[in-house]
């Protein structure tokens, strides 16, 4: 017995135990029946090819007629029940239709005689169309499948796509070369027997449950598209066929500069946008209710402006987000500036216009706002009367790449309006279209509106930042005049005394030095220096020049030194940081009231506190306010800036400020210095007093 009798009988036998297995399950799954059948047609084409063979008894190339009909039809049954659960009823209907037609005239063509001219060319030309048919059903089956049902119907896919992939590949080597490899042909009943497991997994698995979701329109456009190519590649198969039949060398030559030629041909067509976008139209016309798949247009369109990662800029995006629902190549868009002229903001695939801005008080504004219309040029170009006498500008009725505007509103506000270009494939607005616009723009002008809010928060706050940077130059020039006033006010008394006028000059440099740096720190546009230098001293020696330059007050300030302690800080800056408590705490106290500066540390810390027996806060202001930027006690003779700053300072070395007050007794701040880093936490405070 040959090799080929022997690989279609294993077919038979594996198909014949499918079949058994689907007759067990038929009950219970409304899809074993269609199984059963196919698996039935298959058995009885395996055995016709096996007999065959066997007949012949050699390993010829054979085909089964009208059996190779039966069994493709019985796969096509299954794969349209399948789909049914998935596809809508209308195009459910239309599969079965134009599948059934199909199947009858092949089923005619397969009834005609052999003798016939050209009648083994049109049978191969046959069985060929079937396998390119049944690719494109479990394509469509795949497709249609939700995501997360797909595993339900993986094994099934997988063979019968090698099913129709096998017999695509022996039947194109035939009908294109009119040649044939024994070898592959002779594997086809083995082939066929090893797909069977995998048609009883898909069996054993529960196949979709029927929903009412309808045909996708990606599908229905991958679908349309692929079968166009099918069909033009067997129109081209055919065609070279012919042109080989002149013989000799030309007819080769011919054959070979034609096959490259069709095929240059569909790859510029399948890479067309405009060949796309006239099918898609084609599609949405006649297949379909609307035009447009919401869900996946409004999915898109936010994705568009929400995701930054993208080459395009803001702007560009929004005009391709609104451009692609219409097929649209490009666009300008226009936003309301401060001055409350419409300007141009960007464009996208139209050059670098430079149009003048649009007052409010122009014609087109003026419509826009009062009808909130789609104006569409060509109808405009045409009828400038359907629009109540309107007068567009020169620029935009002038260039014919000018399609249409779209208003953009915000409420009852315009906040712009986009100029789209021409679209890929010829289309005229319909209603449809231009509520899906008018959406679009709205939601277009609130995202507009907001990218317009966070540029004049950003604006806003780096004004801030400069009218803090003025606060804090404010009150260290405070602080340097209060010194000049002191040296003022005793000059007279002092004159002559050269401890007065040696300490007069070092105040002086003092401030000179102060106020060199700020002057560095307004160049560098930052209040808060992060780099401020940093210098070894002895803690005690500092607090006892803050003591000595705050005598001129009452109640002069009491040192108590209980450690003596060295830090690596910044010198300058701490010391404005501890002289401001104590200027404070003489302004919060009487004259015959108390204030103590005390020194102290441990191994890791050094504490320095401030205490006065003064009016205190009470709870509210040191939890609402005290340490926020421009809170005061003092009423018109403080600015609330000296505390925020304090804590800013003593934050940047690694320390902190810890507060305690009591509203008519008095308050205590106590500062934590970090003696080297990393310290640990400093100590609860309650051990301290």
Aim: some cysteine.
């Amino acid at each position: 017995m040959p090799v080929t009798a022997i690989g279609y009988l294993g077919a038979a036998l594996a198909y014949l135990l499918l079949a058994l297995l689907a007759a067990t399950l038929w009950r219970h799954r409304s899809t074993s029946l269609w199984m059963l059948a196919a698996s039935l047609l298959t058995v009885a084409w395996a055995l016709y090819l096996a007999l065959l063979a066997w007949q012949l008894d050699s390993d010829v190339v054979i085909t089964g007629g009208l059996f190779e009909v039966g069994r493709n039809a019985g796969w096509f049954a299954l794969l349209l029940a399948t789909l049914s659960v998935s596809a809508g009823s209308s195009a459910l209907r239309l599969w079965v239709g134009a599948t059934s037609a199909f199947l009858l005239a092949l089923t005619l063509l397969f009834l005609l005689p052999t003798s016939l001219p050209g009648t083994p060319l049109w049978r191969s030309l046959a069985i060929l169309l079937m396998a390119i048919v049944g690719l494109i059903l479990v394509e469509q089956l795949y497709r249609n499948t939700p995501p997360q049902r797909r595993w339900q119907i993986k094994f099934l896919c997988l063979a019968l796509g090698g099913i129709f992939a096998f017999d695509l590949f022996l039947y194109a080597d035939l009908v294109l070369f009119q040649s044939m490899e024994s070898t592959t042909w002779r594997a086809r009943g083995i082939v066929n027997a090893m797909v069977a497991p995998l048609l009883g997994i898909a069996l054993s698995r529960r196949f979709p449950a029927r929903s009412e979701a309808q045909i996708s329109r990606h599908l229905l456009f991958h679908t349309t598209a692929l079968m166009g190519a099918g069909l033009y590649l067997l129109a081209i198969g055919t065609a070279a066929y012919f042109l080989r039949q002149l013989g000799g060398e030309i007819g080769t030559l011919l054959q070979v500069s034609f096959l490259f030629g069709a095929a240059l041909l569909l790859t510029l067509v399948l890479f067309s946008g405009s060949v796309r976008a006239r099918l898609r139209l084609f599609l949405s016309k006649h297949f379909f209710r609307y035009k447009h798949d919401y869900r996946e247009e409004w999915l898109r369109f936010t994705g568009m402006l929400s995701t930054e990662e993208q080459p395009l800029l803001f702007h560009e995006r929004c005009i391709s987000a609104i451009s692609d629902i219409v097929e649209s190549t490009g666009g300008l868009l226009w936003v309301r500036d401060d001055n409350g002229d419409y300007a141009l903001m960007g464009a996208f695939n139209l050059g670098s216009p430079t149009y003048p801005p649009e007052s409010p008080r122009s014609a087109l504004i003026s419509f826009l706002n009062r009808t909130h219309w789609i104006i569409e040029l060509e109808e405009y170009r045409k009828d400038p009367t359907f629009y109540k006498s309107l007068s567009l500008p020169d620029w935009l009725v002038a260039d014919p790449r000018h399609w249409a505007v779209v208003p953009l509103l915000k409420g009852e506000a315009l906040e712009g309006f986009v100029v789209l270009a021409q679209p890929r494939a010829p289309n005229r607005i319909d209603w449809e279209e231009r509520d899906l616009l008018k959406t679009a723009g709205r939601q277009l002008a609130i995202h507009v509106a907001l990218v317009r809010v966070q540029e004049a928060l950003l604006e806003a706050r780096q004004f801030e930042a400069f009218h803090r940077l003025a606060a804090f130059l404010v009150h260290d020039l405070k602080n340097v005049s209060a010194q000049l006033s002191l040296i003022c006010s005793n000059a007279e008394r002092h004159r002559d005394n050269p401890e007065f006028i040696s300490d007069a000059l070092r105040t002086m440099a003092h401030a000179r030095d102060r106020l060199d740096r700020t002057q560095a720190q307004l160049r560098n546009v930052q209040s808060n220096a992060e780099s401020a230098p940093r210098q070894r001293i002895a803690l005690a020696k500092l607090l006892e020049e803050v003591v000595a330059e705050s005598q001129d007050k009452r109640p002069t300030p009491a040192l108590e030194i209980r450690r003596s302690v060295e830090l690596h800080v910044d010198a300058e800056g701490l010391k404005n940081v501890v002289q401001h408590l104590v200027r404070n705490a003489q302004e919060a106290t009487p004259d015959e009231g108390q204030v103590d500066l005390v020194l102290d540390a441990d191994e890791h810390w050094a504490q320095v506190r401030v205490q006065d027996s003064g009016a205190g806060m009470d709870e509210d202001f040191m939890r609402r306010r005290l340490f926020r930027p421009f809170q005061t006690t003092k009423g018109n003779a403080g600015m609330g800036i000296g505390l925020y700053e304090a804590r800013e300072r003593i934050h940047r070395m690694g320390g902190r400020i810890e507060v305690e007050s009591e509203l008519g007794k008095g308050s205590l701040f106590r500062l934590w210095l970090p003696r080297q880093p990393p310290p640990p936490s400093p100590p609860d405070p309650s051990h301290s007093r």
